[in-house]
């Protein structure tokens, strides 16, 4: 399993851009990068997946340098409500399971 | 539907109790696992199914027992607890054999074991 790495904790104001960093260096060739968001209490929330390149929704990007041994989420401009804990995984969608969450990054927006 | 839901949502169980978790979801999803969270901590994966069959087991104590009943409904029976199995036990679902893993999850159920 490709272990990640992320900032423990990052502080940002709201109407900020985020940018969240997730190190993947034994990465897999078939392994996708994915995000989830917790809230206290709460189960995790997928925010976004991506291969490579670029992947952009409605509520984040994600960037992801050719080499792949790293990505980055991006936030744009965020608010109150996004005070939450951000995990990176990385793991092979078609072997359900061995998704192992890293750490994860608690992002607390200040007003 | 894109929901996953747990029952009950707060449990408490002594020692020497038998209990159980349920889980359930209507998205036709294939694969559901239970994950374990304790405090300030990421979730830890525990059991995987596979079209209702255990593909994974995470080396979990024997007093969690898993069961799939049929590809809605996931249960985890609890039995002899330890109060270090106090925890926010989830379950999720997502696609099977699909190129992408996004796994939906239920809010969890909060386990006290005194």
């Known amino acids: 399993l490709a272990k990640t790495t992320q900032p423990i904790s990052m502080d940002s104001y709201e109407g900020q851009e985020v940018n969240i960093t997730c190190s993947h260096n034994n990465i897999a060739t078939n392994d996708y990068i994915t995000w989830y968001q917790q809230f206290p209490s709460q189960g995790p929330r997928f925010i976004i997946q991506?291969?490579?390149t670029k992947v952009t929704n409605e509520v984040a990007s994600l960037f992801i340098p050719a080499d792949r041994k790293s990505s980055t989420l991006s936030l744009p401009r965020v608010s109150l409500s996004d005070t939450a804990v951000y995990y990176c995984l990385v793991a092979t969608g078609t072997n359900a399971g061995k998704s192992t969450f890293g750490d994860g990054t608690t992002l607390t927006v200040k007003p | 539907d894109t929901e996953v839901t747990q029952t009950p949502k707060h449990l408490v169980m002594g020692m020497t109790n038998k209990k159980s978790l349920k889980c359930e979801q209507h998205?036709?999803?294939?694969?559901m696992y239970w994950y374990k969270q304790k405090a300030k901590k990421p979730p830890e994966l525990m059991f995987v199914?596979?079209?209702?069959?255990?593909?994974i087991n995470e080396s979990v104590p024997s007093r969690f027992s898993p069961e799939c009943p049929n590809s809605s409904l996931l249960n985890l029976h609890l039995h002899a607890l330890q109060p270090e199995d106090s925890a926010l036990y989830l379950c999720?679902?997502?696609?099977?054999?699909?190129?992408?893993?996004?796994?939906?999850f239920g809010p969890g159920t909060r386990l006290t074991v005194l």
């Open positions: 999720a679902s997502s696609q099977q054999g699909a190129d992408y893993n996004e796994q939906f």
């Open positions: 199914y596979s079209y209702e069959k255990l593909s």
């Open positions: 998205m036709g999803h294939r694969a």
């Open positions: 991506g291969y490579k």
